[in-house]
């Protein structure tokens, strides 16, 4: 699977931004997704993961009630509604497939990366 994230920037506090990853190669419902994160000095972290239908999401308590994790299979994306972001989400944005699970070495597949700032 080759996943391509886009959709990061820099966005002032209480700001809202979108975040995408399409794939393409493997099929692409045969896996969970996941969206990582990792800032400047600290370990990679989990944000939020959909199983490979979207009946079922799990979040990171740090983001949850102001993120939201969703899929559309038929046009192999996933995405990640980001609301009331705050300075502490600034971080380079990874998304990943793989099991569904919250651990980073559980996913085999990464896209990239997008940059997302949040900043006054």
């Known amino acids: 699977v080759q996943l391509q994230a886009s959709g990061g920037g820099l966005v002032q506090p209480g700001g809202s931004l979108r975040l995408s990853c399409t794939a393409s190669?493997?099929?692409?419902?045969?896996?969970?997704m996941a969206w990582f994160r990792q800032a400047p000095g600290k370990e990679r972290e989990f944000v939020a993961a959909i199983n490979w239908s979207g009946s079922s999401t799990y979040y990171a308590d740090s983001v949850k009630g102001r993120f939201a994790i969703s899929r559309d299979n038929a046009e192999n994306t996933v995405h990640l509604q980001m609301n009331s972001l705050k300075p502490e989400d600034t971080a380079v944005y990874y998304c990943a497939a793989g099991r569904y699970k919250t651990v980073w070495s559980e996913y085999d597949y990464w896209g990239q990366g997008t940059q997302v700032t949040v900043s006054s």
């Open positions: 190669g493997r099929t692409f419902s045969n896996y969970a």
